[in-house]
C-alpha cells in the first residue's frame, strides 16, 4: 500500500485497529523498504523473517476474531543489536557473542508482549563503544542524509532505518550519547529515560547473562514522532506514562537555553540552528530565556569521565587495562602539566580508576544533582545542543587520530562529543532529542529538552507539542 513508509507508529496502530491494513502486509512493506535503502545505508543487518510472519500472521486472526490485542499489536519494528532477541542475540558487533542462544531482553519481551512485530537488528559499534556505526562483522552504516558521513553511534543502524522510513520504531540505548547523537545526526527523535526506568536485563554489554543495571546506562525508545515515543516508552518502562495524555500546551512551557559554555566547544552553524530553534519556540507562546550553564560545567565532565569509564574498563580486554595500569603515574603527571578533561591522560585515569576515585566523582554528582534541582523549580526543561557538530564523515582511524572539524576551521579532539550529553548522562535526568532544523549544507541537527529526575512524562509532553507546532520530521532527501 502506497504511503505506508510516511505514517509514524501511531498511526499504523489506527489504520490496523480500522482494518484498513494487515500486520503482514504491513511487515512486507518494511521488508520492501529495507531492500530499497540496504545496499546504499547497511542499517540493518540481521533478520528473522519467520518467527516475524509467523507472529504478524497470529495478530492479523486475533484481529479479525475481535480478540483483545495490545497497543502495538502488528507494528514492524527493529532492535538495536545490542540487545537480546529470541532468535537474533546481540552481537554488539562482535561474531562470538552472535553464536549463542538468549532469551528476549526484558524492554523487547515488553514491546513483544505488547504486539509489536520484531523481526531485524540494526548496525552498532564494537561493544557499542564509538559514535560511529562500524564493526568487522557487518561493516558501516551510512548517514541517509549524507552517504559518506556517519549515522552517530552506537544507535546508528536505528537512526538510519527511522530517517530511511525502513522501521517506525527502535528500541536503543545510552551511556555516552548512544540515543541522542545518532538522532542528531539523522534528524529523528529519541528520549534518554531517566536511569531506571527501564530494565536493562538483556542489553549487551555487560556479558551476555549479567544481572547488572549499569551505572549511566539506559535502554530507550527512538522513533519519527514525539508521540511514537511516549507510544513506546510507556510499553517498555517500569510503570504506566499515559501515552494518549495531550502534548503540553506551549503557553505554560518555561524553557532555559543552554547555548554558551566555554569548555564544550559548539559549531556556530549548530549553535545557529540551535538559537534559531529557540526563537521558533518562544514564537509559539513558550517562555524561553537564556541561561548559564546549570552547574559547574568542568566538574561535572571530570566526574562523568570517571564514573563513565568505570563502566567501560569492564569490557576492556585484561591485557589492555594491565597496559593502561602501567601508564597511570604518567597520565597523573600531565594532568598535573595541564593536559585537559578530555586528554588521554584523563581517559586513562578513568578507565583505571580505583574504587576511591568512584566514590569522589560519585560525590560530585550528588552536589550536582542537588544544585540543578534548583534550575527546574524555576524551567520545565533545559534546551541544549547534542552535539558540537553535526554528522561527520566517516573516519575508522583510531580514536586518538579522529578530529572534529567544525565550520569555523578549528580542530577539536574527538572526544569531545561526551560534553553537550555529560549532564543528563551523569546525573541520571530524562533527555529528549527532537528535529531543530538543518545547517547550510543540509546536515539534520537535534536539540535535547533535559528535564528533572522522573519528569519523563511532562518532558515527552513538551516535545509532542513542538513536534505538532515547530518542528516535526523530514525524511532525507534522497530517501523520501
Known amino acids: 500500500m502506497a504511503g505506508l513508509a510516511d505514517l509514524d507508529a501511531t498511526a499504523l496502530v489506527q489504520a490496523l485497529d480500522a482494518k484498513r491494513v494487515s500486520a503482514v502486509e504491513l511487515l512486507k512493506a518494511a521488508l520492501a523498504r529495507h531492500e530499497e535503502t540496504h545496499a546504499s545505508l547497511n542499517a540493518v543487518v540481521n533478520a528473522d523473517l519467520e518467527r516475524a510472519f509467523e ?29 537480546d532477541v529470541v532468535g537474533m542475540p546481540a552481537s554488539s558487533g562482535l561474531a562470538d557473542y552472535r553464536r549463542r542462544q538468549c532469551e528476549d531482553a526484558v524492554a523487547v519481551a515488553l514491546a513483544r508482549k505488547a504486539g509489536a512485530v520484531i523481526w531485524g537488528k540494526t548496525n552498532v559499534p564494537v561493544l557499542a563503544a564509538d559514535w560511529q556505526s562500524f564493526n568487522g562483522l557487518y561493516g558501516a552504516t551510512n548517514n541517509p542524509w549524507d552517504l559518506a558521513r556517519t549515522p552517530g553511534g552506537s544507535s546508528g543502524g536505528a537512526a538510519a532505518a527511522l530517517a530511511a522510513r525502513v522501521t517506525p520504531l527502535e528500541i536503543g540505548s545510552d551511556i555516552g550519547g548512544s540515543l541522542r547523537i545518532p538522532a542528531s545526526f539523522c534528524g529523528v527523535f529519541s528520549h534518554k529515560p531517566t536511569w531506571g526506568m527501564v530494565s536493562q536485563r538483556g542489553h549487551v554489554p555487560p556479558r551476555p547473562g549479567s544481572f547488572v543495571e549499569r551505572d549511566l546506562n539506559v535502554v530507550g525508545p527512538m522513533a519519527r514522532s514525539a508521540r511514537d515515543l511516549r507510544l513506546l516508552l510507556s510499553v ?10 495531550p502534548p503540553m500546551d506551549l503557553r505554560t512551557a518555561r524553557i532555559g537555553v543552554w547555548l554558551d559554555e566555554p569548555a564544550f566547544p559548539l559549531d556556530p552553524e549548530v549553535r545557529e540552528v540551535v538559537a534559531a530553534f529557540a526563537r521558533d519556540i518562544g514564537a509559539a ?13 568542568r566538574a561535572l565532565l571530570q566526574a562523568y569521565q570517571t564514573l563513565l569509564g568505570a563502566v567501560l574498563g569492564e569490557d576492556l580486554p585484561p591485557g589492555a587495562l594491565r597496559r593502561m595500569e602501567t601508564t597511570r603515574p604518567l ?18 585515569l578513568a578507565y583505571t580508576a580505583r574504587h576511591t576515585d568512584w566514590m569522589a566523582a560519585d560525590a560530585v554528582r550528588a552536589r550536582l544533582r542537588h544544585e540543578i534541582s534548583g534550575v527546574f523549580d524555576r524551567f520545565d526543561a533545559i534546551l541544549a545542543p547534542v552535539a558540537p557538530v553535526p554528522a561527520f564523515p566517516h573516519d575508522h582511524r583510531t580514536f ?17 562529543l561526551l560534553t553537550w550529553i555529560s549532564l543528563a548522562t551523569a546525573l541520571r535526568l530524562p533527555a529528549t532529542v527532537v528535529p531543530a532544523g538543518r545547517t547550510s549544507g543540509g546536515l539534520p541537527v537535534g536539540v535535547q529538552l533535559i528535564g528533572p529526575q522522573g519528569g519523563d512524562g511532562r518532558l515527552l509532553a513538551l516535545a509532542q507539542a513542538l513536534d505538532e507546532r515547530v518542528r516535526s520530521f523530514e525524511p532525507p532527501p534522497a530517501f523520501a
Open 55 to 83: 507472529r504478524a500472521r497470529a495478530i492479523d486472526d486475533l484481529r479479525f476474531k475481535g480478540a483483545p490485542v495490545g497497543p502495538l499489536a502488528g507494528v514492524p519494528m527493529t532492535i538495536k543489536d545490542t540487545l
Open 236 to 245: 517498555i518502562e517500569d510503570g504506566p506514562l499515559a501515552p494518549k495524555a
Open 285 to 297: 507562546g513558550a517562555a524561553v530565556e537564556p541561561i548559564p550553564a546549570p552547574v559547574d560545567a
Open 331 to 348: 597520565a597523573r603527571l600531565a594532568l598535573r602539566r595541564g593536559a585537559g578533561p578530555l586528554s588521554l591522560a584523563a581517559m586513562t
Open 400 to 416: 586518538q587520530q579522529r578530529w572534529l572539524m567544525p565550520s569555523d576551521g578549528r580542530k577539536i579532539a574527538y572526544n569531545t
